[in-house]
């Protein structure tokens, strides 16, 4: 009877060799050691990217502090009254007198604007003037008017210093007031600034013109029924340097009824 002969398997594939070689274990060892290292490697470094990116968000966040937190007012205003600070009249000791200098505004800081100085009754306060209104993102070349300080009574009004810049009424260099126009030009280019709002020509009730020295002021007497400062209002403009100031009184009707004699003291002390 013949005997089936069975030929051998390749010993790789050898029953007997069913365990994996030492050799085959060494490199597999190897791999999966390496395997583990560049995932563990690749691990560290994806933290490490998302703790740059988030330093990276942090240091942004820094940065843009300034702008986030910066406080709207910026004026050194104090809101007590101004009699407290502020010294009494040598003309009328009833009256107390403001004079503007370089910490007051930053258009003054800047050199933007010359000083100025009005009288005040002493139970009046100063308010402040939020940053964009005053100017202070745009000195020393501002492109528009700008309120420089503001003053305030509850029962009497308010009274506002508003500076333009030159350019924006006449091309003319270091122009005067009367080469920018007639006082009725002058308001109508400023009048919105006198209102808070809009301006009618039939609002003007009467003009004159001052001269101090060699500076000359327009002043303006109108009444404004719909304006957003008063129904009330007195104006006195001036040009010096680069810039155009204008003063404004304002009142409502019941203040005007018992203060538009102090209003007009006021404005008429107004001087750059």
């Known amino acids: 009877m013949a005997t089936a002969s069975l030929t051998p398997l390749s010993p790789v594939f050898s029953a007997s060799n069913s365990s994996k070689s030492p050799s085959i274990l060494s490199f597999s060892s190897e791999f999966h ?22 330093r990276r968000e942090f240091l942004k ?17 104090r809101e007590v009254e101004v009699g407290s600070f502020l010294p009494p009249s040598s003309s009328d000791p ?34 402040r003037v939020a940053n964009i209104l005053s100017g202070n993102y745009c000195q020393p070349k501002c492109a528009e008017p700008w309120v420089e300080v503001k003053f305030e ?6 009274v506002q210093v508003v500076a333009s ?33 809009t301006y009618d020509p039939d609002e003007l009730i009467e003009t004159s013109v001052e001269k101090r020295g060699d500076q000359t002021y327009y002043t303006y007497v109108l009444e404004t029924p719909y304006a ?3 129904s009330h209002n ?10 155009v100031i204008l003063f404004v009184a304002s009142a409502n009707d ?19």
């Open 94 to 127: 009833s009256f107390v007198v403001f004079k503007a200098t370089s910490k007051d505004t930053p258009a003054l800081r800047a050199g933007n604007v010359q000083p100025y100085e009005f009288i005040l009754p002493p139970t009046w306060k100063q308010t």
């Open 33 to 54: 050691s390496v395997s583990t290292s560049s995932t563990k490697i690749s691990g560290e470094f994806n933290q490490c990217r998302k703790q740059i990116a988030r």
């Open 165 to 197: 810049p030159l350019i924006r009424l006449t091309n003319k260099p270091n122009a005067t007031i009367e080469d920018i126009g007639s006082p009725e030009k002058v308001i109508a280019s400023l009048g919105p600034f006198v209102t808070g709002n």
């Open 153 to 158: 009574d509850e029962k009497q009004g308010k």
């Open 234 to 243: 007195l104006a006195k403009a001036t040009a010096k340097g680069n810039t």
């Open 228 to 230: 957003l400062t008063g």
């Open 254 to 272: 019941k203040q005007w009824q018992t203060s538009q004699q102090t209003l007009k003291a006021i404005l008429d002390s107004f001087q750059v």
């Open 61 to 77: 966040g820094i940065a843009l502090v300034p702008f986030i937190w910066r406080e709207p007012p910026i004026s050194e205003a």
